[in-house]
């Protein structure tokens, strides 16, 4: 199962500029999802830069830390849902694998984990849920 995304909101601060031996950002996404998952999903990440590129952030490599609130509908299921991601963003490339920590409403019950895969101008996340009743 998957899900298409688009970020429509990006706004990634400093969280200290004079502490250069500690680059770490912090961001406030949000992302419009079509597919398997219909709805909108704010994200909170924590970026620590290991190496930076001022020119083309997508050149840069980070560590994340971060988490991910839903709200609409998995599979005509109405409800929200918190998950967890960690991982790294490399080069172009993100491995930042998420777990649900919980759901509301229809959602309750749903449990798993999602993948970025990002194949052109396509983002994606493929989904492994369950839904317990």
């Known amino acids: 199962m998957?899900?298409?995304?688009?970020?429509?909101?990006?706004?990634?601060?400093t969280i200290d500029a004079e502490k250069t031996d500690f680059p770490l950002n912090q961001v406030h996404a949000q992302y419009q999802l079509e597919g398997d998952l219909q709805g909108i999903a704010w994200v909170e990440y924590?970026?620590?830069?290991?190496?930076?590129?001022?020119?083309?952030?997508h050149l840069a490599t980070a560590r994340i830390t971060g988490f991910l609130h839903f709200e609409?509908?998995?599979?005509?299921?109405?409800?929200?849902?918190?998950a967890a991601e960690k991982g790294l963003f490399d080069?172009?490339?993100?491995d930042?694998?998420?777990?649900i920590i919980k759901g509301t409403g229809e959602l309750q019950g749903l449990s798993g984990s999602y993948q970025y895969d990002?194949?052109?101008e396509t983002s994606k996340l493929i989904l492994d849920f369950k839904i317990h009743e």
């Open 2 to 13: 998957s899900t298409t995304f688009n970020v429509t909101k990006w706004d990634e601060q």
């Open 46 to 57: 924590l970026l620590y830069y290991i190496e930076s590129n001022q020119e083309d952030g």
């Open 72 to 82: 609409g509908q998995y599979k005509g299921k109405t409800g929200t849902f918190t």
């Open 91 to 94: 080069k172009g490339a993100l």
């Open 96 to 99: 930042s694998p998420g777990m």
């Open 118 to 120: 990002f194949i052109g």
